[in-house]
């Protein structure tokens, strides 16, 4: 597609060009097939118009390798359509491994960011560019959609559970960010900016304004004053299950099923404890539900999966271990 081309947006990440290659083979399919049977239907009415007043039609007969051609051909141009999306959705839908990943949380009416590191923004998210991002979100109130049209992502942001998206930003600038879920009076209100860095200005970017601590050092005070440190522990007296190394592995239930411990249950332990009971342990846990914010679920979830990459640290990410954590020794216990 020529830059410019009017009534687009810009393309400015790895998938924008395969999502415009998609949407314009599908105009031209519907475009070409429009105009085909538009066509046929002036020529067969002006070519079988009715002659004379006598005339009478001869009679069809049916035609097999019509029936076949019109049944198979339609088929195959559909299952273009079939693979071709499914191909693209499993790529939008596969997060890179390697990705940076960046908490965001939707509000009436603002959209809030948190990165790794520590840093908070609003309403402006700052990528470097060349590198994936991935996007944990969730919402505060109702439904919002987090959409920017030049990275071609969007996606709607539901409270009480986490959505995910990724992009990869090909070129430096500014790109609009706007909220696509009908949400509210200010609705309309709610946009921001997408500001894609050189790598260089991405990393001075980050170094300033780091003073609060990272994004699970949050979680891990979090953790300290909701008092999740004396049930959750790795020693004897433990009454919740050890949270270290827990991210990405299997947990076995109560039920006797398994799940991987990812966001999602993470997320779903503090504010429904007893949905998903783990294999061994009472429902002693209260709910959290209204006790923590979104902010406060997503900085508790950064915690806990900081407590499983212990054994390869990442500068500003690795927190310290639980028991060190316990505001004071056992001295009333
Ligand atoms: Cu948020 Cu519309």
Known sequence: MKPGFPLFPEQASTMASRVDALYFYLVAV?????????????????????RSE??????VEGSLKLEIAWSVIPLVISLTFFFWGASLFFAMSRMPPEAIEVYVVGKQWMWKFQHLDGQREINELHVPVGRPVK????????IHSFYVPAFRVKRDVLPGRYASAWFEATKPGRYHLFCAEYCGTRHSGMIGWVEVMEPVAYQAWLSVGT??????????KLFVQHACNTCHRADSQARGPNLEGLFGKPVRLQDSQTLIADEQYIRESIVAPNAKLVEGFQPLMPTFQGL???EGLLQLTAYIKSLSKTATPSPGEAAPPIQQLSPEPETNR
Not at 211 to 220: E, F, K, M, N, Q
């Open 30 to 50: 519907s475009g070409f097939m429009s105009l085909l049977i538009a066509g046929l239907i002036i020529y067969f009415a002006i070519r079988y118009r009715r």
């Open 292 to 294: 923590i914010n979104e």
């Open 135 to 142: 996007l944990t979100m969730a919402s505060e109130d109702v």
């Open 54 to 59: 006598s005339e009478l039609p001869r009679g």
């Open 211 to 220: 003073g609060s601590g990272s994004l699970a050092d949050a979680g891990a």
